[in-house]
């Protein structure tokens, strides 16, 4: 019997583990559908749903993505809003079985704060799937530097002067909203064990990668799939990224 698709969209591997936490996420939330055939999925921080909610939606589970960046929502709306999926800019007042919150608490102010507020909208038997980046691993070293020595900036002029000149359409992005918190596995932990959650597991996405390299070195579909596999293999503080579940402690 031919498996029923209830995703439409595939990811593409790429530097930050993309395809990787994708496929993870879906494996926690199709298992989960099992046993709740239905389900309720808040994303938190889900911006213009390119990178995380596009990969998730579907026709079988209510999809609420906020965000607090207002053009980033319309085109979420504009582009994914369905009778079962909406974008808004308004927090929900009611409890979910599956939270997201995916590259974000690296942007905040008082990422305990916000994991407060997720486990309190948390249902009983629900969890929170995320991920966030390894402050002081490969990938943000090379930002870092990027940024440190105007190299992005120097290498976006370059390839601006030799490419001929196309209209391309702006997709909105909080450009904003940088890293403002370097996580280590010891931090994370603190502020998860203070918000009465429990860490199901933590797996490692990728080695290494940011721009620059994910547009060189990176660049060949195989270097960026070997990077994301050979990190299954490396201790955990040395991943670029980590990919995470949490639960209520009850």
Same mark, same amino acid.
């Given at each position: 019997m031919k498996k029923k698709r209830i995703y439409k969209y595939s990811p593409i591997e790429d530097c930050y583990a993309t395809k990787k936490k994708i496929y993870i996420f879906r494996d926690e939330i199709n298992n989960y559908r099992l046993r709740n055939k239905k389900i309720e999925i808040f994303d938190f921080g889900c911006g213009n749903a390119l990178d995380c909610a596009k990969y998730l939606i579907?026709?079988?589970?209510?999809?609420?993505?906020?965000?607090?960046?207002?053009?980033? #929502?319309? !085109?979420? $709306?504009k582009n994914?809003?369905?009778?079962? #999926?909406? !974008?808004? $800019?308004k927090l929900p007042k009611k409890k979910f079985d599956i939270i997201i919150i995916s590259e974000v608490l690296e942007h905040l102010d008082k990422p305990e704060q916000v994991l407060n507020l997720l486990q309190k909208n948390l249902k009983k038997n629900g969890f929170i799937l995320g991920s966030i980046p390894n402050g002081y691993g490969l990938t943000e070293i090379e930002k870092y530097l990027i940024h440190k020595f105007f190299i992005y900036k120097i290498a976006k002029f370059i390839y601006k002067f030799f490419k001929k000149k196309t209209s391309v359409k702006t997709i909105p992005f909080n450009h904003q909203s940088g890293h403002i918190q370097f996580f280590t596995l010891k931090k994370f932990r603190g502020i998860v064990f203070k918000n009465n959650l429990l860490i199901k597991f933590i797996k490692n996405g990728s080695i290494f990668g940011a721009d620059l390299t994910g547009s060189t070195i990176l660049k060949p579909n195989i270097f960026k799939e070997l990077n994301t596999f050979l990190a299954d293999y490396i201790p955990s503080f040395m991943s670029a990224t980590w990919i995470f579940k949490l639960q209520k402690d009850e």
């Open positions: 579907n026709k079988l589970d209510k999809y609420y993505g906020y965000d607090i960046h207002n053009e980033s #929502i319309e !085109f979420a $709306n994914f809003r369905s009778k079962n #999926i909406i !974008f808004s $800019n």
